[in-house]
């Protein structure tokens, strides 16, 4: 097999460039990290997390790492080598998704599985999290690795429950923002209770910084539920309609389903039940959800969630690191990608 072309680094776009200003160092020195880490005997595990790491990433939970510990007042340097371990978690839980979902695109270019083969991708997903483990216990920071070891079995549970709901039209909002806690929005709370616990706070700041990373990680993956329904794909950076497709219930569908009449309940099921889900199929269901106003109703749960999250640190005093925690927040709502 001939070696893909790395994919250029794409340009990032965050809420404000200068809310990033006093992370921009650290940033450059988590991707530094990144790479070191993937080191490896086996060329095809650097390969692989390189082609990951060049794919225009948003660097999002290591950025609100960074962020949480300059809050706390941690002045060190464990926080990048904490950020870059994140990111690790992160990439391998892509590589692993990536090949349950059967994707091709990520982040508008081919997923590592459509190039590779499905068995390297899991491995090298493997790598990532030993060597994520591996790095923990060198820094013999336990309260960290406790916090990295309880995301990761919750991540696990969350994916496997998301599994065992596929096409269950019964799914409740309730339960489903329970998956989405375990399932997306710990790994993010993780991150933020990192930058407590490095910065040795009392116990209310780092319960604070966790519940903002875990209601800022609920509306990240609930403007996702959106953006698989109305994005481009250029935009979106993968195919969009992938939910349907896999028989992924999410909040937009399961607002219309609470909504809608019997028949177009049926319509709606028996859209689930099809494989493959056709064009004119899912543009039907997109027509339900416009009509009993989903996108709306999940936007306007996101928000609700971000402003709760900003409400949590109102344990701290207000500075620049706070109001860019904020425009991290902010950005979520606004995301095309």
């Given at each position: 097999m001939s070696?893909?072309?790395l994919?250029?680094?794409?340009q ?18 988590v991707?530094?990290?990144?790479q ?5 005997r ?7 997390g ?18 949480s510990a ?6 060190g ?12 978690i ?19 270019s081919?997923s ?10 899991v491995?090298?997903?493997?790598f990532?999290f ?27 549970e ?13 799914l409740?909002?309730?339960n ?7 399932k ?9 209770k ?13 319960k604070?910084?966790s519940?903002?990373g875990?209601d ?6 609930l ?31 399961i607002?219309t389903?609470?909504?809608?009449t019997?028949e177009?309940?049926?319509c709606?099921?028996?859209t689930?039940e ?6 004119k199929?899912?543009?039907d269901?997109?027509?339900l ?9 999940t936007r ?20 620049k690191?706070r109001q860019a ?9 606004e995301?095309?990608l």
């Amino acid at each position: 097999m001939s070696r893909p072309t790395l994919p250029i680094d794409k340009q990032q776009h965050p809420a404000s460039e200068s809310d990033f200003d006093s992370i921009r160092d650290e940033l450059a020195k988590v991707d530094r990290e990144f790479q070191k880490n993937l080191g490896s005997r086996v060329p095809i595990i650097s390969e692989i997390g390189e082609y990951l790491r060049r794919s225009g990433g948003k660097r999002f939970r290591a950025k609100l790492l960074l962020l949480s510990a300059k809050l706390c007042g941690y002045h060190g340097e464990l926080h990048i080598s904490m950020a870059s371990l994140i990111e690790f978690i992160h990439t391998a839980t892509l590589l692993h998704d990536d090949v349950v979902d059967k994707a091709e695109v990520r982040r508008g270019s081919a997923s590592a599985n459509a190039i590779w083969g499905n068995e390297p991708c899991v491995l090298v997903g493997d790598f990532l999290f030993t060597k994520c483990f591996s790095l923990l216990v060198e820094s013999r920071n336990w309260g960290i690795l406790q916090t990295v070891s309880d995301a990761t079995m919750l991540m696990a549970e969350g994916e496997l429950q998301e599994l065992l709901n596929t096409g269950d039209i019964l799914l409740t909002e309730e339960n489903y923002l329970s998956i989405v806690a375990r399932k997306t929005a710990i790994l993010i709370s993780a991150a933020t209770k990192i930058g407590a616990i490095l910065g040795n706070v009392p116990g209310d700041r780092e319960k604070a910084l966790s519940d903002f990373g875990m209601d800022v990680g609920i509306a990240f993956q609930l403007i996702d539920d959106n953006l698989d329904y109305t994005s481009k794909q250029e935009e979106f950076g993968k195919k969009i309609g992938i939910d349907l497709q896999e028989g992924k219930i999410t909040l937009p569908l399961i607002f219309t389903l609470s909504r809608c009449t019997p028949e177009e309940r049926l319509c709606i099921q028996k859209t689930l039940e099809t494989h493959p889900v056709t064009e004119k199929a899912f543009f039907d269901v997109v027509s339900l959800i416009e009509r009993y106003e989903g996108i709306q109703y999940t936007r306007k749960r996101a928000r609700e969630f971000v402003e709760r999250a900003k409400r949590h640190l109102d344990l701290f005093p207000d500075s620049k690191d706070r109001q860019a925690l904020f425009a991290m927040a902010d950005y979520i709502l606004e995301r095309k990608l």
